[in-house]
């Protein structure tokens, strides 16, 4: 069974930054797809970076030029670095991967909280 943990969410002020991470316990290469998706309250849960097979992340059009995903493969670790912040990224950011299997994973959530 493969565990996410994320980290590194918290309360911020509009265009601030913040680093979110998802520690995964194996080596994350052996997944297909990798990313972030975030729910803020009343919708339903959107992708925000996703890496496939290819070397970079699709980013969703609402963070394009705001937030950056990166890994870091000798920790297998995900990260989501999130500048400009604005208040309608205020949603629960969870990491999620899926294997060559078909098997998906999904971690606990980190509250992101954008206000003044």
């Known amino acids: 069974q493969v565990q996410l943990v994320e980290s590194g969410g918290g309360l911020v002020q509009p265009g601030g930054s913040l680093r979110l991470s998802c520690a995964a316990s194996?080596?994350?290469?052996?997944?297909?797809?990798m990313g972030w998706y975030r729910q803020a309250p009343g919708k339903q849960r959107e992708s925000v970076a996703i890496?496939?097979?290819?070397?970079?992340?699709n980013y969703a059009d609402a963070v394009k030029g705001r937030f950056t995903s990166s890994r870091d493969i000798a920790k297998n670790t995900l990260y989501l670095q999130m500048n400009s912040l604005k208040p309608e990224d205020t949603a629960i950011y969870y990491c999620?991967?899926?294997?060559?299997?078909?098997?998906?994973?999904w971690g606990q959530g980190t509250q992101v909280t954008v206000s003044s």
């Open positions: 194996r080596n994350i290469f052996t997944f297909y797809v």
């Open positions: 890496f496939t097979t290819g070397g970079s992340p």
């Open positions: 999620n991967s899926r294997d060559y299997v078909g098997n998906d994973y």
